[in-house]
């Protein structure tokens, strides 16, 4: 039997903090009241933000109950579009476009490359959780071909030696973030 109780809002709310409950409201008040399906990717893209960069089937479920929509109507766009990921993935997703453009323009040697410099294959993630790359269909940005997105950051026009700046870039930004801030303060001071 049903529970006609049942607070289906409540359930998200149990499984993220309130400020990302406050950011799925504010895209839901974009919306008049009977349209309740065009907030479900802003509320997943807050759901994975939150969730370690991927989503579960609880916490799609829990977005479906919140916004009042058929739980497959969420798991639909959460499978259609390549920014949500299902699965664990590294820290820094490296999403390289593998559309013709890109493909005619040498996105296979910058795949080659990324996996060479990383050590794993697409869809795998380094031992340390750091990276994982995959392709996706067109990114929109055809002109600058071949292009890989990291970290909402596009990259174009790629070359060796624009992958390997990009993943020192990473690199270097992941160390700095482990130093302590007395290291910090005592680099500055030299």
């Known amino acids: 039997m049903t529970d006609l109780s049942y607070d289906h809002k409540q359930h998200l709310k149990t499984l993220l903090p309130e400020p990302a409950i406050n950011e799925i409201d504010h895209w839901i008040k974009k919306y008049p009241p009977e349209r309740k399906r065009p907030p479900i990717i802003a ?5 994975q933000e939150h969730n370690g960069n991927y989503l579960t089937e609880e916490l799609m479920q829990a977005v ?4 009042d929509v058929p ?3 969420v798991f639909e766009v959460a499978t259609f579009y390549s920014m949500f990921h299902l699965d664990k993935v590294g820290k820094h997703v490296i999403s390289v476009c593998n559309n013709i453009s890109c493909s005619l323009r ?5 795949i080659e490359q990324l996996q060479n410099r990383l050590n794993i294959k697409l869809g795998e993630t380094t031992d340390d959780g750091l990276y994982t790359i995959k392709t ?12 890989l997105e990291v970290d909402k950051v596009y990259f174009e026009n790629l070359t ?3 992958v390997d700046q990009i993943l020192s870039d990473i690199a ?16 500055v001071k030299k």
């Open 71 to 73: 739980q497959i109507a």
């Open 160 to 162: 060796e030696e624009k």
């Open 172 to 187: 270097a930004l992941e160390i700095a973030k482990q130093k302590k801030p007395a290291d910090l303060s005592a680099e």
């Open 43 to 47: 509320a997943l893209k807050v759901v």
């Open 106 to 110: 040498g996105a296979d040697n910058v």
């Open 136 to 147: 996706v269909e067109c990114m929109a940005a055809c002109g600058g071909a071949p292009m």
């Open 64 to 67: 479906g109950e919140y916004l």
